[in-house]
């Protein structure tokens, strides 16, 4: 009989009144590795499963003081992994279903001709309870793991919402940055065309530059509402066919009247018809950051002194419109490449610059789907290639 490596041995307790029985029982366990308690009454077959409990018990079914159906209930309640084997008078299905009723294990009729039978019956108990044991321990085991994970799950859902706030907050921040920049362009038109208008220009242009304003104004109401429904996700409202060409006339204009950019030619070359379908205010922002950085980044290379260039090129291709802004400034380091188009990257001075500027041309043109591409050498020049893919 073999029974689990490093366990303790089983509690094998045998109950019989007839001696002989009792006897033949003890012969066949008693050379097992297994711990063995042979008594002759239901009484003291209670009393220790009472004191020890049992793994394993063998009763005689009609035990003249106790049934011993009430000794398998007792060593059950006391450990519910115990086995029971019914010794019985006679076998009949009366017998096989009294057996399962109490949950024993097996019954043997008397007179016990096989006692290896026996053997084999009470290693088949104890194989089942190894099994129930080993299975309680493995479900132990999962419950506890389970519980860790519980555990790291719960830590691992309070340190996304941690971050979700704090992401949530650097994005408000960023958000409301980007609009005080998006304002700002057309803000400085508007006091450009203020102060032509106060230096008393003729009543004409005056009216011109008024209705100027007027527009300036609308972009900025438009920038304001957005504040509010912002989202790269949301859908898309308020779109319509935007012409390039003269999109990119309107932010030279915007350009040269809010910044200095004298010494630097604006050169467009941009097929007649080329749209594209988006909030006109977006195309704008997308081409006055665009048009502003190479018109820095030529002064920046030239001076005043001459050959500042910016130029914008655009068209259609069969499933998209292209853009593609290029200047000879002073380029872009190799390894500065991939973070200008992160919110506050800035090589410009205080004041100067918020880093906010190719952030919102990302944006924008992520947003409809599109894709911004950059292209530099250092002294040599910039190119900005965007695409915007017709709407499926
Ligand atoms: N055409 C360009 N040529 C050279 N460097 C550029 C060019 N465009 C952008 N950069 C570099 O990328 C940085 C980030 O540009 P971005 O437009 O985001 O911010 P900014 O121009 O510094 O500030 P802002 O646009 O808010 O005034 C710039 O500071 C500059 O170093
Ligand atoms: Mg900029």
Redesign the pocket.
């Known amino acids: 009989m073999h029974t689990e490596g490093d366990m303790p041995a089983k509690h094998l307790l045998i109950v019989d009144d007839e001696p002989v029985i009792l006897q033949i029982l003890k012969a066949v366990f008693e050379d097992e590795p297994i711990r063995l308690s042979c008594v002759g009454t239901g009484a003291d077959a209670k009393q220790i499963i009472d004191e020890q409990g049992c793994d394993l018990l063998i009763t005689d079914k009609n035990l003249p003081d106790i049934n011993g159906l009430e000794l398998l209930r007792l060593a059950k309640e006391k450990n519910p992994f115990s086995e029971a084997i019914i010794i019985t008078g006679y076998a009949s299905l009366e017998t096989a279903l009294t057996a399962m009723e109490y949950d024993a294990f097996d019954y043997v009729v008397k007179p016990l001709n096989n006692v290896f039978d026996i053997r084999k019956k009470v290693q088949q108990a104890i194989d089942k309870q190894d099994l129930a044991l080993e299975n309680q321990r493995l479900l132990t085991s999962l419950k506890d793991r389970n519980r860790e994970l519980q555990d790291a799950l719960d830590e691992a859902r309070a340190l996304q919402a941690e971050l979700i706030q704090s992401e949530k907050l650097a994005g408000i921040g960023t958000l409301a940055a980007g609009v005080a920049?998006e304002v700002s362009s057309p803000l400085f038109g508007i006091m450009g065309l203020a102060e032509a208008i106060g230096d008393g220009e003729d009543a004409e242009t005056a009216a011109r530059y008024a209705k100027d304003i007027v527009g300036y104004c609308q972009g900025i109401r438009e920038i304001v509402v957005e504040l509010s429904s912002y989202s790269r996700t949301s859908e898309i409202d308020g779109v319509s066919e935007v012409e390039l060409k003269k999109t990119a006339e309107d932010a030279v204009r915007l350009i040269r009247r809010s910044a200095s950019t004298e010494g630097v030619e604006f050169v467009l070359d941009i097929d007649e018809g080329t749209q594209v379908l988006a909030r006109p205010n977006e195309i704008q922002q997308v081409l006055v950051?665009?048009l502003?950085?190479?018109a820095?980044?030529?002064l920046?290379e030239h001076g005043v002194t001459g050959g500042a260039q910016v130029h914008v090129r655009a068209g259609r291709k069969v499933d998209h419109a292209w853009l593609v802004?290029s200047?000879n400034?002073?380029?872009?380091p190799e390894d500065?490449r991939g973070v200008?188009?992160?919110?506050f990257?800035?090589?410009?001075p205080p004041g100067?610059?918020?880093?906010?500027?190719?952030?919102?041309?990302y944006r924008i043109v992520t947003k409809y789907r599109g894709t911004v591409q950059?292209e530099?050498t250092e002294g040599q020049?910039?190119t900005?290639h965007i695409r915007f893919p017709d709407a499926v």
């Open positions: 920049h950051n665009l502003k950085n190479g820095e980044a030529v920046d802004v200047d400034g002073v380029g872009i500065r200008v188009f992160d919110p990257y800035t090589t410009k100067k610059g918020t880093g906010l500027g190719l952030n919102v041309v950059v530099s020049g910039t900005f």
